[in-house]
């Protein structure tokens, strides 16, 4: 009998050795391609040459914290599925993490197994369907919006470094107030 193909490449990082083989023998057990590292340093790299569909990243590591780890993640790879497992949940941090990385899910350690499988499992569901839409993050959309102002209004997204006050007056702020809820609407997509 053949063993299934693996359902979704995954990449695993935690400073502690323990943790990784124990989260590895876990995600294969369950026919994950898992890749695994200590350095959170080479975590984007891997994820680019694995072709990775889901990070799963501690948030407190030496050199590089999981916050800024699935920052950078959300910027160089946005369908990327950004996962964070912590020892210490405190509502600081994950309100970090879902702003700053636009994480998928926050996990306390320790974890319970079936609880973790499924949250990956959703994971990979999010991960199938941000790549079917084409689903651009909410930095792309971001940038979507400000470049549509920008035209419509030039000089709105510049700052002037020479003291000078940029003032607009209340109706063309009105104006620009009502384009960009409008552009984010249309931008936004819905689920």
Not at 41 to 70: F, N, Q, Y
Request: glycine share 4%.
């Amino acid at each position: 009998m053949t063993e299934p193909a693996p359902r979704a490449t995954i990449v695993v990082v935690d400073d502690s050795e323990a943790i990784l083989k124990v989260l590895a023998r876990l995600l294969r057990s369950a026919h994950y391609k898992v890749v695994v590292t200590t350095n959170p340093r080479e975590a984007l790299g891997l994820v680019h040459r694995a072709k990775a569909d889901i990070l799963i990243t501690d948030v407190e590591m030496p050199g590089l914290s999981g916050l800024e780890l699935t920052a950078q993640a959300r910027d160089q790879f946005p369908d990327v599925v950004r996962i964070l497992l912590t020892g210490n949940a405190s509502v600081d941090v994950a309100v970090q993490a879902i702003n700053r990385g636009e994480v998928f899910k926050f996990v306390t350690k320790p974890w319970v197994r079936e609880e973790l499988l499924e949250i990956v499992r959703e994971a990979e569901v999010r991960r199938a369907a941000n790549r079917e839409v084409g689903v651009p993050s909410v930095a792309e959309r971001r940038k979507q919006i400000l470049a549509a102002l920008e035209l419509e209004h030039p000089g709105i997204t510049e700052v002037a470094r020479d003291g000078a006050v940029y003032r607009i007056g209340a109706d063309r702020l009105a104006r620009i107030r009502r384009r960009a809820r409008a552009l984010a609407t249309f931008l936004v997509p819905t689920e």
